[in-house]
């Protein structure tokens, strides 16, 4: 039973560039919630998505969006990439939206230069 | 608004002794508090939850975490480190908003045993 994957694993993007990062969830799980790991710093929710619409928002500009699909898999996607952009970006699944256990991915490096 | 804080950027402990990882939390109600570690190009693993109960949660890999209410702190704990836990800690609270939930992580605490 594969875990949550996400593609790519490393990304390296210039600023102004957009970026599609994606993400399937554990089988069974049908909530995705993205986060954003600066260097040093904790996890910070970004937003979730829960049969096919964004549920929960966290505090960041509407340069990140997302979406997902009816197999319950996600992208995110950040327009008019910044230098502090750059960030592990994790993605989580769970059983159901009121499920407390989390299941993250490996997450995607990206760096914007 | 509901966060947790982890005061130790990092904590250093040879293996064989016990290891205390802190965490004080900031929750209006009942706490769900939550502890996960990050290996070095690895996403999350969850390790253990409290929620309501006994104040002493045992989770995986021999580490347990204790939850004390006068003090709002749940520290992590385990009774001898081994070299394999050194890594990234954090602590984490649920906030939960018409039926869905998210967690609030602390900054971290690397964690370094050494042989």
């Known amino acids: 039973d594969a875990g949550v994957t996400q593609s790519p694993t490393h990304l390296i993007k210039t600023r102004g560039q957009q970026v599609t990062l994606r993400c399937s969830p554990k089988s069974g799980h049908d909530t995705v919630s993205w986060y954003q790991q600066a260097l040093g710093q904790g996890p910070q929710f970004i937003f979730q998505?829960?049969?096919?619409?964004?549920?929960q928002r966290g505090n960041f500009p509407d340069r990140f969006s997302g979406h997902q699909f009816p197999n319950y898999s996600s992208e995110l996607n950040v327009n008019a990439l910044l230098l502090g952009d750059s960030a592990l970006y994790l993605c989580a699944s769970s059983l159901d939206r009121g499920s407390e256990k989390l299941f993250f991915g490996s997450g995607t490096q990206l760096s914007v230069l | 608004a509901q966060s947790v804080a982890q005061p130790e950027d990092q904590v250093n402990v040879a293996e064989g002794n016990p290891l205390t990882v802190k965490c004080t939390y900031s929750v209006s109600g009942n706490p769900y508090l939550f502890w996960y570690v990050q290996y070095p190009n690895r996403g999350l693993q969850f390790l253990l939850k409290?929620?309501?109960?006994?104040?002493l949660v045992k989770g995986s890999y021999g580490f347990e975490a204790e939850f004390n209410k006068s003090q709002t702190s749940f520290h992590l704990k385990k009774p001898s480190a081994l070299v394999s836990d050194s890594a990234l800690y954090f602590c984490a609270v649920r906030v939960r908003r018409a039926g869905f939930q998210k967690l609030v992580f602390g900054t971290g605490t690397r964690l370094l045993v050494s042989p």
């Open positions: 998505y829960y049969e096919e619409e964004e549920r």
């Open positions: 409290y929620i309501t109960g006994d104040n």
